[in-house]
């Protein structure tokens, strides 16, 4: 079978490089011919827009709409916005109505790849699937109410247009069946791991990597993603970061990736005067990522209990796992269900400094809990390598 995606990120972008990625990678081993149509955040720079990546064809058409530049994320002005998103949509419509595929799935319920994706259905019969894999109302950075009501308006029509929407979260599906999704159109797929990309590194490495941080003998928090406070409360875990501090003087704290909020994390470490115990690594080539979660002692993923954290599938949660890290949370949307019991991670009070530093404490402190926490976590990443879950996954277009 033919499979296009089309993509309104890059694929170094999270649920690109994460979710989308893999997923088309371990179709074509399942001997189906895979594409991706794009956007890229530095479109600009590319040397090369065309290029195939483990027997799958990438094509990135436009730019995103947003700026990527190093550490940092940047916005259009609205009159840019408007121009960038008319030739993204142009171009994804060209790139997609020009694909011979049998399937065209939507990667976000974005306007500029849905519209692409519907033309490919009434123009040409394809058959349409959408992915939903984050509530994009509530989590995008919306710079203006019209961008959030454009996006609401595609999040809640296209998912009826479709023969078929994929979403890794209960809360989404029950989004899509109050917005008049039949249940039965609707395939629950949770987020995953690339087994290959997360293969152990080598100990040499990491402790190479150690000593140029200064995290010799140091007990290390990590929180490895996205430093956007609109859907990623890193200031929740700085809150609690310090309060640990206090109790575990030999503490530090490893931030890795990038976003629009750094600047403003890094003024908060320093007024709370902490900013020499946090490392900002900003954001690192994606095959190095296991290297700094074998740093640390735990992986966090701090959150309040809103729409933006009931809708996402935590990617590091999988990748703690894959990576023998203990992972704490909180009791947020499809977290409970997913860490199960017994459980393969500890979960705090959402919004809670203080709990979340006791938590974080209880597993730096307990080596028989730290211990007991990798071995659930390892046993259950066996569910969730994209190679076991593709293959399930395949049959829905077989439907």
């Given amino acids: ?10 694929l170094e972008s999270p649920s690109g490089l994460g979710r989308y990625l893999p997923l088309a990678k371990e179709l074509g081993k399942l001997g189906h011919t895979v594409n991706i149509a794009a956007l890229h955040s530095n479109y600009d720079s590319l040397d090369q827009t065309h290029f195939e ?19 940092q994320k940047s916005f259009y002005s609205n009159p840019e916005l408007l121009a960038v998103a008319s030739r ?30 519907l033309l490919t ?17 509530g989590s995008g950075n919306f710079q203006n109410k019209w961008q959030q009501k454009g996006v609401t308006f595609f999040e ?39 087994r290959e990309r997360f293969s152990p590194p080598a100990p040499a490495e990491v402790e190479i990597l150690r000593k140029k941080l200064g995290l010799e003998k ?8 996205t430093l956007s406070l609109v859907s990623h409360p890193v200031d929740l875990l700085i809150k609690a970061f310090r309060i640990v501090k206090q109790i575990v003087p030999e503490s530090a704290l490893l931030l890795v990736g990038g976003g629009e909020d750094i600047e ?3 003024r908060q470490a320093g007024e709370i005067g902490i900013s020499h115990d946090i490392h900002f690594c900003g954001r690192v080539p994606p095959d190095t990522v296991p290297l700094y979660y074998a740093l640390a002692d735990v992986s966090v993923d701090p959150v309040y209990d809103n729409p933006a954290a009931r809708g996402r599938s935590p990617l590091k949660l999988f990748e703690s796992w894959a990576c023998g890290v203990p992972f704490v949370t909180a009791d947020v949307g ?33 080596t028989v809990l730290a211990e007991e926490l990798r071995s659930r976590g390892r046993s259950r990443i066996a569910s969730y390598y994209w190679d076991h879950m593709a293959i399930e996954f395949a049959t829905i277009y077989e439907l």
């Fill in 1 to 10: 079978m033919r499979i296009l995606f089309l993509l309104t990120q890059d």
């Fill in 53 to 71: 990546i483990d027997g799958v064809q990438v094509d990135y058409v436009a730019p995103m709409h947003v700026r990527k530049s190093s550490d």
């Fill in 88 to 117: 993204a949509t142009w171009e994804l419509s060209r790139s997609a109505l020009n694909t011979q595929a049998d399937v065209v799935h939507i990667a976000k319920p974005h306007p500029m790849n849905s519209i692409a994706g």
């Fill in 121 to 137: 259905r009434f123009l040409q019969n394809r058959t349409l699937y959408l992915d939903c894999d984050d509530y994009e109302a």
């Fill in 156 to 194: 809640k029509q296209v998912p009826k247009r479709v023969k078929l929407v994929t979403t890794n979260t209960m809360f989404m599906k029950e989004n899509l069946i109050q917005w008049g999704v039949l249940p039965e159109r609707i395939v629950y797929l949770p987020n995953g791991v690339d």
């Fill in 218 to 225: 140091k007990n290390v928090i990590a929180y490895i993603g």
């Fill in 264 to 266: 403003k994390l890094k």
């Fill in 334 to 366: 499809d977290r409970c269900s997913l860490i199960g019991d017994p459980p393969a991670g500890r979960l705090s009070k959402p919004g809670d400094p203080h709990q979340l530093a006791n938590i974080i404490y209880q597993v730096l402190s307990n």
